[in-house]
């Protein structure tokens, strides 16, 4: 009996485990999907968007500048958040 008890003490975990849908949300992961979601709110991206849309401009260069200020956002909501950014070499500004 003790065999037994100890067996599934030792297999518990294992099936609470494989029940509990993986990993646990990290905060940093939290704020890049709340992040991910706000981007699009962003006035500067807003307005990239309505550029690209409206065919103002070279298309190639009114993607590059909505992808600019998708990343620029991002940036901004994740340094709110209070991610930090690896590296201490600040990403070129244009």
Known sequence: MQKFVLALAMLSPLA?????????????????????????DDPAVQEARIKLDTGMGQLATERRNLSIAEDNAMQKCLTEHGVRFRGGVERERR
């Open 16 to 40: 609470l485990t494989a029940c509990g849908g993986g990993t646990p949300v990290s905060a940093e992961d939290a704020a890049t999907a709340a992040c991910r979601a706000q981007v699009n």
